[in-house]
């Protein structure tokens, strides 16, 4: 399964009300192509910050807060990950697409797959946290992650191949944020 693919599968299990965070890159640019949402932050240039956004909507807010990541980006700012098992929200869903590299920087190598990115969110004190390495058991997986109780952290095997790579999210920074300033306000 490519990261394409992930994202457009995982979408469509969301409910409206859920705030999506996807981070900077391939993520936003293949989560605005497959299910544009005005509950989903765009991130733009903020390599790492993902959880800790993530982490500022769910203490702030009740409903569901889904985290598109990557593996490089987590591993940018692996202090987020601290931050969210530390105050232990139960409102965050923290998904990791992991291609075993930096894509959106040119495909350099990650640690991604020498490091245990579920066991140290599990240290860091994440209620739930799983690895899903198989394509095949992939359903299951997203299934089990968004049934969990939070903060809960999937860290799901994906292609590094982009064959098909999505343009760029046709929105100014400014532009993301009024926009998900104003669904939320309704």
């Known amino acids: 399964m490519t990261r394409a693919e992930a994202v457009a599968r995982v979408l469509p299990l ?18 605005y192509r497959a299910m544009d949402r005005p509950r989903t932050f765009y991130m733009v240039g903020s390599m790492g910050q993902v959880a800790s956004i993530a982490l500022g909507l769910a203490m702030t807010r009740m409903e569901r807060v889904v985290a598109l990541d990557g593996d490089g980006n987590l591993l940018m700012g692996l202090g987020g990950l601290a931050l969210v098992g530390g105050m232990r929200p139960p409102n965050l869903y923290h998904l990791v697409l992991d291609n075993g590299c930096y894509a959106t920087t040119g495909g350099q190598p990650a640690l991604s797959r020498e490091v245990d990115l579920a066991a ?7 209620a739930w946290a799983r690895r899903c390495f198989s394509a095949e058991h992939a359903g299951e997986a997203l299934d089990a992650w968004l ?3 939070g903060p809960a952290f999937l860290d799901l095997a994906v292609d590094a191949s982009a064959d098909d790579p999505a343009p760029r999210v046709p929105m100014t920074p400014e532009e993301m944020a009024d926009r998900l300033r104003a669904a939320l306000a309704t």
Do not use: N, Q, T
Request: charged residues 20%; glycine residues 10%.
């Open 14 to 31: 969301l409910a409206d009300e859920d705030i999506v965070v996807a981070a900077d890159g391939a993520i936003s640019r293949e989560a």
């Open 147 to 149: 049934a969990a109780p």
């Open 120 to 126: 140290v969110a599990a240290g860091a004190g994440y």
